[in-house]
Structures are given as C-alpha cells and as structure tokens.
C-alpha cells in the first residue's frame, strides 16, 4: 500500500486560510468515508483532528475543517494562528482493511 | 483520563531482538483494536501492525516490510500491548507509537518510545 500523497510544505500568512491536500486511489480515500488527519508539533505525539473526512472530536478548534472529492481529501485551516505551525499528516482506510498514512506537510505560519 | 504509554525502546545491533510495551489506563482496554505506528527520524508516520480484540480472535495485520520479523500480542488482564521485534534493520529505527483505534481513526496516542537499530 503506497502513502497517500501530500504537498511537502504549505504556508500562510496569521488570519489567513490554507489547505491541505491529501491524494490517494479508489482503493483508499476515494473508496471510503474514513479520511483522518493528524497535527504533529516536533518531538510530540500525533494529534487528531478530523476523523470521517469532516468530523472534529471535541476540543478541536472549529478552525479545522476536512472534505473530500473523489481520490482527494483535503484539511482547511481557517484564521491561522501561529499554535498551528506543525506537520500535518492525512490517514485513510484501505480496500486491504489497514490503514495508510500520507507523506505529511510541513505548516509554517509566515 | 485515557493514557498510552510505550516502554522498551533503546539501542540494538543489527539482527538483534527487542519487545516493546504500551501500557493502557482510563478506559476498557480489551474493547478496543491497539495499533503500532513508527516514524523514522525526519520521515513521516508508518502504519506498523494492530491487534484486534478477543471478540476479533485476536487477529493481527502488519505492514509488508515487518511481517514474519515482528509479533503484536496483548494481555487484557494486565491491559498492556506489546510489539516483539526480531531481525531488526538499520531501516526500522524509529519512534514507535501505541495508537488506540476507535472506528477508523486513531484518538489516542502514547508519547513513543526510540528504537535505535546500529551496530
């Protein structure tokens, strides 16, 4: 199963909004409703996000928002804060019942 | 409060073998499927296995590039998962992360433990 394809890097201005990429197959993200993605600041834990392509889990800030269309998932971040500055990686279900990662972008918040 | 936290991890010559352990607190372990996920030093996450729960037999799943060189297994009663890794390679060192898998999504991460392969 190949990682799922993300732009290495993705920046933007404080207040601005940016997005996120996230591109597999029919065999992944386009076959199935379950797109995660994750927030990783440097030396920590992965955090998640959104899980199901748009849902936020409580506590997650309504800044975060995710969508899809056809082999494509994307993460939005709206009003971007300098807390935001992090890597970034997307997860889906495969058609082989495990999950597969994305290659992970890099935010920086100029 | 749910909690993950691995254990284990250190240096080791190429070839050899070292166990992993993730102890779990602040829900009902044997409930859920635990997943190991590892990242190589500056590289991104890598989805390593998962064990699924006794009402799953116990079923575990592995990436490619580990099967027949690394066992998941867990202990419900001592709610602790472990990750037995044999015939290590320079190429699997790396942070390794015990995630609980709740639906298709991971919600909860352990802090990762460093595996060092080097001779």
């Known amino acids: 199963q190949s990682a799922l394809t993300q732009p290495a890097s993705v920046s933007g201005s404080p207040g601005q909004s940016i997005t996120i990429s996230c591109t597999g197959t029919?065999?992944?993200?386009?076959?199935?409703?379950?797109v995660s993605w994750y927030q990783q600041h440097p030396g920590r834990a992965p955090k998640l996000m959104i899980y199901d392509v748009g849902y936020r889990p409580s506590g997650v800030s309504d800044r975060f928002s995710g969508s899809k269309s056809d082999n494509t998932a994307s993460l939005t971040i709206s009003g971007l804060q300098a807390e935001d500055e992090a890597d970034y990686y997307c997860?889906?279900?495969?058609?082989?019942?495990?999950?597969?990662f994305g290659t992970g972008t890099r935010v920086t918040v100029l | 409060e749910v909690q993950l936290v691995e254990s284990g991890g250190g240096l080791v010559q190429p070839g050899g073998s070292l166990r992993l352990s993730c102890a779990a607190s602040?829900?009902?372990?044997?409930?859920?499927?635990i997943n190991w996920v590892r990242q190589a030093p500056g590289k991104g996450l890598e989805w390593v296995g998962r064990?699924?729960?006794?009402?799953?037999?116990?079923?575990?799943q592995y990436v490619a590039s580990v099967k027949g060189r690394f066992t998941i297994s867990r202990d419900d009663a001592q709610n602790s998962l472990y990750l037995q890794m044999n015939s290590l390679q320079i190429e699997d060192t790396a942070v390794y992360y015990c995630?609980?898998?709740?639906?298709?999504?991971?919600?909860?991460w352990g802090p990762g433990t460093l595996v060092t392969v080097s001779s």
């Open positions: 997860s889906s279900h495969t058609s082989s019942a495990t999950p597969v």
């Open positions: 995630g609980r898998e709740n639906g298709y999504r991971f919600d909860y």
């Open positions: 064990i699924k729960t006794k009402r799953n037999i116990y079923t575990t």
């Open positions: 029919s065999s992944d993200v386009g076959g199935y409703n379950y």
């Open positions: 602040g829900f009902t372990f044997s409930d859920y499927y």
